[in-house]
């Protein structure tokens, strides 16, 4: 829009501005001084109304013009716009904060569903209690599995911007790097991102976009980051798609991202846990999968923070690789049906809010479990269970994610919480108290 066709000089006389009004076809025109400060404005019914009072059309503008008029400071602020059209005001300056005209809002201009917006989504880590491992396909398709999870407030955290072009701008904070898809160009897998581009190849978005992605949890850390990472970029571009995934497809899409579409070996409880959020009881079997997410009785999820402490072993977990020798051991039948007595017995002290058998039982989760392959413990993870698992220390420990590294719970009793804190101290170990998270993937919009 040319402003000047609805501009006109203070100096000018009411004759050119008929002319003007004629030629913008508005009803109106807009009166600015020797700053280009807008100072008021007139109408044809204003003109028409000054002549018949006996106005000469030859007189200054100024003479007729109206010093109340109608404007917006902010051309987001839709909801004076939208009182001020309701008046049947045709044409609404915006002024900057100088008084001066910086564009002319029309009817048409208005369209609420065409702002400029952000879409953040951000998606839990997790620790896992019991039951890693008979969440693989493999295993439970005969058999069934169940494991019991929570997620904790370590995030996985993406910010979307829609793009005029067709053009998809992938960036990676945790990794430094910038990728650029141009439209219709084919996605390979070469190593770069390759998760964050299976998202987009499996979800074929029919718009351009940039998106940004960064992590609280390093990869190789055994809290499920990857399935954060998934159900996070999923969750940004379904908001923007007109037929919404419910939380059960996204976790299951999360999952074909993975697991099918790139071949990483592994289970399904990440995924599902990472959506849902909060304590899950998780169950597995050939038909379908559930998720029961509950609330747990009597501040029980207060109480459990208070007696979890993560410390980082500093060596990366060895996901795919193990988990394809364990699904294929023998071992695992038998670890699943011990699992499955376990995963009974915490879910019962959970839903009754017990928690001081709750370490022991988690102790004899990892007992069971680091007997399925031998590389899943080191000399790193045994020496920190020896020292650490105590009677004055703490009731019971696993290893999260797979094996091989990453970090370790440990579960630890209130009467000897400040001297495991001493002792992880004089270890010089990395650990962090946790905080669970009760909303899973979040997903919402703000205006930029």
């Known amino acids: 829009m040319k402003l000047n066709k609805y ?51 030859k007189e200054n503008i100024e003479k007729c013009s109206n010093k109340n008029f109608k404007c917006v400071l902010d051309e987001g602020d839709t909801d004076r716009i939208l009182k001020l059209l309701d008046q049947k005001h045709e044409l609404i300056p915006v002024l900057n904060s100088k008084k001066k005209i910086i564009k002319f809002i029309e009817r048409k201009d208005i369209n609420l569903f065409n702002k400029k917006i952000i879409v953040r989504s951000r998606s839990p880590a997790r620790i896992s209690f019991v039951g890693g491992g008979t969440d693989v396909t493999r295993y439970f398709f005969e058999k069934s599995g169940a494991s019991i999870s929570f997620t904790i407030n370590k995030f ?26 141009k439209k219709n160009e084919r996605i390979n897998y070469n190593g770069d991102l390759n998760i964050i581009k299976s998202c987009i190849k499996l979800l074929k978005p029919n718009f351009g976009f940039e998106i940004f992605v960064d992590t609280d949890v390093k990869p190789g850390s055994g809290l499920g980051g990857s399935a954060a990472v998934s159900s996070a970029v999923i969750g940004a571009i379904n908001y923007l798609q007109p037929n919404k995934l419910n939380k059960y497809q996204i976790a299951e899409l999360a999952f074909q991202v993975e697991r099918i579409e790139l071949g990483i070996v592994g289970g399904w409880q990440d995924q599902y846990s990472t959506v849902f959020g909060g304590c899950n009881f998780m169950e597995y079997r050939e038909s379908k999968n559930l998720v029961q997410n509950l609330i747990l009785p009597n501040n029980l999820f ?33 670890y699943g049906k011990k699992s499955e007595i376990l995963f009974n017995k915490i879910k019962e002290d959970l839903l009754r809010g017990k928690a001081n058998n709750i370490g022991k039982l988690i102790q004899s989760s990892w007992d069971i479990k680091k007997k399925l392959d031998k590389s899943m413990v080191n000399k790193k993870i045994l020496d920190l269970e020896k020292k650490l698992c105590k009677k004055s220390l703490a009731d019971g420990c696993r290893l999260l994610g ?4 990453g970090y370790m ?39 930029i």
């Open 7 to 57: 501009l006109i000089d203070s100096s000018k006389n009411i004759k050119s501005a008929m002319r003007k009004i004629s030629i913008n076809k508005k009803g109106i025109i807009y009166v600015i001084n020797n700053k280009k400060e807008l100072i008021g404005s007139v109408t044809d019914g204003d003109i028409r109304r000054y002549l018949l009072n006996g106005g000469l059309i």
């Open 156 to 181: 996985c955290n993406v910010h979307l911007i829609k793009r005029s072009d067709e053009k998809i701008v992938i960036n990676s904070k945790d990794y430094d790097k910038k990728i650029i898809l």
């Open 409 to 447: 719970l440990f579960y630890i009793q209130p009467k000897n919480w400040f001297n495991f804190l001493d002792k992880i101290n004089s270890l010089s170990l990395n650990y962090h108290p946790i905080k669970f998270d009760s909303k899973g993937l979040q997903v919402w919009e703000t205006e």
């Open 402 to 405: 797979t094996g091989g590294g």
């Open 302 to 334: 207060d109480e459990l923070e208070r007696r979890i402490i993560l410390c980082d072993t500093t060596l990366p977990h060895r996901g795919s690789e193990m988990q394809t020798r364990i699904s294929k051991s023998k071992k695992i039948i038998e």
